[in-house]
């Protein structure tokens, strides 16, 4: 469901405990955490129902102990796992099989995996679906639609022209998205109108492939991951770097947010990596 990447989601698990407001952004590193798992994972999300991951060739797997251990939950070695979205009811993977044409969605009760085709009503090609503060979000070849009901109905949503729903994220203040010509828009709780936001381009004509957010009840901030191999904080209407601890020469496919954890899947040649943000 990525913007769409293509490249696998990884995974770690750190827990964000301390945001220092410094522009050096000292104390912060990120470190690799990316043991237990079969290899060739391919998307990984995290909600209060636990961690999931998909691996290419083997199936889905569940942890209940934030990734020390993993347990197979579904196993089908025959289909291809585009995107994996821990939800507050569970889990939703998209994924298809070698000779169907249409997306196939498998949603997860706690018990069990099934297929839905609800999301049917919006497009029969899934390009990206996530959960943002209870609410799922899908972009198919039609559109974009919004799901207030754990996907049973569905309705369009209006989103900014050539939007990532990839890098779509909720503040306190409302929602955030990137489009593909690298601007951010901001919608408002309060007007729920889509407007460009005032934040400065990334540094190094950096494009950015992923954003995500922590929030507090004090304080609301943005991370973005660049092209160019650096995360960024926003700070002020500006991006300090946060890339400490991360190898040099690599590329970052991912960041997301699980369960207020900033999290970073990084590319270094033929290998990937897990890491995540942590406090020293």
Known sequence: MNTKTNLPLLAVLCILSWMPDMASAQGLSFQRLDKGLPTNVRALSASTMGVFVAVQGYGLY?????????????????????????????????????????????????????????????????????????????????????????????????MPAQSLLSTLTVLHSGLWVVTDNNDIFNRPNSSGLWTKASLTKLPDEAVIIGLTSIFTSLSDTLFAAGSNGKIYRAKGGNWEILSEGLPTNALIGSIQTLQGRVVAEVILGMETRLYALNSN
Do not use: C, H, K
């Open 62 to 158: 569940r942890s209940l102990d934030d990734g020390a251990t993993w347990q197979e939950t579904y196993r089908n070695d025959a289909f291809s796992v585009q995107s994996l979205v821990a939800t507050s009811f569970g889990a939703i993977a998209i994924a298809t099989a070698p000779a169907e044409t249409q997306t196939q969605m498998l949603r997860f009760n706690g018990q069990t995996w099934s297929n839905i085709t609800t999301f049917r009503q919006i497009g029969l090609t899934i390009t990206e679906l996530l959960e943002r503060a209870g609410t799922l979000y899908i972009q198919t070849e039609q559109g974009f639609g919004v799901s207030g009901d754990g996907g049973l109905t569905w309705q369009p949503f209006a």
